[in-house]
């Protein structure tokens, strides 16, 4: 196992999850190409705010009010970030791929950064 990883933007009230895009633990945010994507266009269109990556593991509240427990109020925007670099021809969605047949929960969204093709 590892860290685990998730953007949250004080300022909005708002955050980025990972889970569904084979990434999450600091090297693969950071060598997968649509989180690298993902987290990049948050963070430049959002300049200004108060955003900081949480773990999963630490108990850490980089912000100067609130606490981790807050989260569960903030608004999950990561679709929304994702669909804007689709449209921006940056990202391509492929599909899902399903980790177990008989499960149709647990999956990941293949998407591919397309920027360099």
Do not use: H, Q
């Amino acid at each position: 196992m590892g860290v685990s990883y998730s953007l949250v933007n004080y300022t909005k009230k708002e955050y980025v999850i990972f889970d569904k895009v084979l990434a999450s633990k600091a090297r693969e945010l950071a060598g997968n190409p649509a989180s690298a994507a993902i987290s990049t266009w948050y963070l430049l269109n959002n300049i200004g705010d108060n955003i900081s990556f949480i773990s999963d593991t630490y108990n850490e509240w980089p912000f100067p009010e609130g606490s981790r427990d807050e989260l569960m109020n903030y608004t999950e925007v990561t679709n929304r970030i994702v669909s804007s670099l689709i449209s921006e021809a940056i990202l391509v969605d492929e599909g899902k791929e399903f980790l177990f047949d008989d499960d149709k929960d647990i999956y990941f969204r293949k998407l591919r950064n397309i920027w360099l093709e």
